[in-house]
């Protein structure tokens, strides 16, 4: 039964109220705020986010201020998602001043229940091109012997903070160092840096395996790369240059931007998409700029032209011709490529996969299952438990 009509609304009410897996987030609480929204409202939307993610933090405050650390660590946890959830609906250009200060909430939330885990979580910065890009490094265990370590790459929209919760958490309760980072277009980078979106991501992962090997409690041999969402792409792109990896997972997998774009366009739209001038690629711009005034369908669009730093929809179409793996054939580690039912993200998954040489599976989780939903959003322990225990056995043949 779904509790917004609206199917953008529900599919992020659903991310939202999804995260309670791993402590985020309550049931309960996330129904009220659904009753309290109403329909596909987006003043609602955050007011009503933003209220109970308020009134959590303060309780948090005071829990932790009273010596409860555990109580305080699941208040700050869900504060920090509801917030997140907040400004989902704001995420354009340019970044409205209440969006920036519910994304540094939301960070802040997520921090101060990092310091209440235990070993602690540790906000790091990873050198990158004169830069740096925020994340966290969650050990395993205290006592420093090297592990093997899950790299956790978000999507469009995420965040290194919500990263942990899609698996950095679940990885952590097996025995993984976790590390969740923004990269350009993401969290902070975009946020507070405006860095955007690149194809080669290759240069971003590089740099982040970097930061892994200088770390004494990481096992080099054993460092797994998941890209979730957009990451679904971005990491299988990383992994095609990068041979350091032990192990990758994308979910859901992505050949190519552009192919998957063209999935949702007409088909006389998509053929004519890079003709320049001529008039279907004039109609079509026209279409999409009356799209990218409504709330709900046209937010995917806004959230593009914001991450990617462009002005226009039919800009943004032509740019994710960039964004291909273009040799799948280079990846060497074993490979896991997800796709699931009702997702309109992974058309291109089993492409992907038929081009892998490497060791290969591939997992597709069902609506029947409770998986079908984008991410397997409200199913994620599910996930989990499918994907982490393959890597618990492939990596278990690295001597």
Same mark, same amino acid.
């Given at each position: 039964?779904?509790?917004?009509?609206d199917?953008m609304?529900?599919?992020?009410?659903?991310?939202?109220?999804?995260?309670?897996?791993?402590?985020?987030?309550? #049931?309960?609480?996330?129904?009220?705020?659904?009753?309290?929204?109403?329909?596909?409202?987006?003043?609602?939307?955050?007011?009503a986010?933003?209220?109970?993610?308020?009134?959590?933090?303060?309780?948090?405050?005071? *829990?932790?201020?009273?010596?409860h650390?555990? *109580?305080? =660590?699941?208040?700050?946890l869900?504060?920090?998602?509801?917030?997140?959830?907040?400004?989902?609906?704001?995420?354009?250009?340019? #970044?409205?001043?209440?969006?920036?200060?519910?994304?540094?909430?939301?960070?802040?939330?997520?921090?101060?229940?990092?310091?209440?885990?235990?070993?602690?979580?540790?906000?790091?910065?990873?050198p990158?091109?004169?830069k740096?890009?925020?994340?966290?490094?969650?050990?395993?265990?205290?006592?420093g /012997?090297?592990?093997?370590?899950?790299?956790?790459?978000?999507?469009?929209?995420?965040?290194?903070?919500?990263?942990?919760? !899609?698996?950095?958490?679940?990885?952590?309760?097996?025995g993984?160092?976790?590390? /969740? !980072?923004?990269?350009?277009?993401?969290?902070?980078?975009i946020?507070? $840096?405006?860095?955007?979106?690149?194809? $080669?991501?290759?240069?971003? @992962?590089?740099?982040?395996?970097?930061?892994?090997?200088?770390?004494?409690?990481? $096992?080099?041999?054993?460092?797994?790369?998941?890209?979730?969402?957009?990451?679904?792409?971005?990491a299988p792109?990383?992994?095609?240059?990068?041979?350091?990896?032990?192990?990758? #997972?994308? $979910?859901?997998g992505?050949?190519?931007?552009?192919?998957?774009?063209?999935?949702?366009?007409?088909?006389?739209?998509?053929?004519?998409?890079?003709?320049?001038?001529? #008039? &279907? *690629?004039?109609?079509?711009? !026209?279409?999409?700029?009356?799209?990218l005034?409504? &709330?709900?369908?046209?937010?995917?669009?806004?959230?593009?032209?914001?991450?990617?730093?462009?002005?226009?929809?039919?800009?943004?179409?032509?740019?994710?011709?960039?964004?291909?793996?273009? =040799?799948?054939?280079? @990846?060497?580690?074993p490979?896991?490529i997800?796709?699931?039912?009702?997702?309109? @993200?992974?058309?291109?998954?089993r492409?992907l996969?038929?081009? /892998?040489?490497?060791?290969? @599976?591939?997992l597709?989780?069902?609506?029947?299952?409770?998986?079908?939903?984008?991410?397997? *959003?409200?199913?994620?322990?599910?996930?989990?438990?499918?994907? /982490?225990?393959?890597?618990?056995?492939?990596?278990?043949?690295i001597?």
């Amino acid at each position: 039964m779904a509790i917004f009509k609206d199917e953008m609304f529900e599919a992020q009410w659903l991310r939202a109220a999804g995260h309670g897996s791993y402590e985020a987030a309550e #049931i309960a609480e996330c129904l009220e705020v659904a009753r309290q929204i109403g329909g596909a409202d987006r003043e609602r939307w955050f007011a009503a986010w933003s209220g109970f993610a308020s009134r959590l933090f303060e309780a948090a405050e005071r *829990s932790e201020r009273a010596g409860h650390s555990v *109580s305080a =660590r699941g208040a700050y946890l869900r504060a920090s998602n509801y917030w997140r959830a907040a400004w989902t609906f704001l995420f354009q250009a340019p #970044i409205e001043a209440r969006a920036l200060d519910a994304y540094r909430r939301h960070r802040e939330a997520f921090t101060r229940a990092a310091k209440l885990m235990s070993p602690a979580g540790e906000a790091i910065r990873i050198p990158y091109e004169g830069k740096f890009l925020h994340g966290y490094f969650f050990k395993a265990a205290a006592d420093g /012997l090297p592990r093997k370590t899950l790299i956790v790459n978000g999507g469009y929209d995420s965040t290194a903070e919500e990263a942990f919760l !899609f698996s950095g958490a679940a990885a952590l309760a097996r025995g993984y160092n976790a590390l /969740l !980072f923004d990269g350009p277009g993401q969290g902070a980078a975009i946020f507070e $840096d405006g860095l955007v979106f690149r194809p $080669d991501w290759e240069k971003v @992962i590089g740099p982040v395996v970097d930061y892994l090997f200088t770390r004494p409690e990481v $096992d080099r041999r054993r460092v797994a790369l998941m890209g979730v969402s957009f990451g679904g792409y971005l990491a299988p792109r990383a992994a095609s240059f990068e041979p350091r990896l032990a192990a990758l #997972i994308a $979910d859901p997998g992505q050949l190519s931007l552009f192919e998957e774009m063209k999935h949702r366009l007409p088909p006389f739209a998509a053929r004519r998409l890079m003709d320049g001038e001529g #008039i &279907v *690629s004039r109609l079509l711009e !026209f279409a999409l700029s009356r799209r990218l005034r409504h &709330v709900s369908q046209g937010w995917a669009l806004r959230r593009g032209l914001l991450v990617h730093g462009l002005k226009t929809p039919i800009d943004y179409l032509r740019l994710t011709a960039d964004y291909v793996t273009e =040799r799948p054939e280079a @990846i060497r580690c074993p490979t896991v490529i997800c796709s699931a039912e009702n997702d309109e @993200i992974g058309k291109t998954a089993r492409d992907l996969y038929d081009r /892998l040489t490497c060791h290969k @599976i591939f997992l597709a989780f069902k609506a029947s299952e409770g998986a079908g939903e984008h991410c397997e *959003s409200g199913a994620r322990a599910w996930f989990n438990q499918r994907v /982490l225990d393959w890597l618990d056995e492939t990596l278990a043949e690295i001597a």
